[in-house]
């Protein structure tokens, strides 16, 4: 059974990092092509506020 633990655990924690990554990516992406072509894309704000949710509330089950 903690086998089982680990590996879910271990799993959670790659998943929050890849979540992580991406909304990090996204807002950079929208920020330089707002600064360089001033426009971005709408979508990544929305991708990213979901992002944000999902690794606040997956951070919190690491946590506890």
Known sequence: M????NSL?????IL???VFISMVLMIFVNAVLRYAFNSG???T???SRYAFV???ALG???GY
Do not use: N
């Open 54 to 56: 999902w690794v606040s």
């Open 60 to 62: 919190a089950i690491l």
């Open 2 to 5: 903690e086998k089982v633990k």
């Open 16 to 18: 929050v990092a890849i």
């Open 9 to 13: 655990y271990g799993i959670l924690k």
């Open 41 to 43: 894309i709408s979508a």
């Open 45 to 47: 704000e929305e991708l």
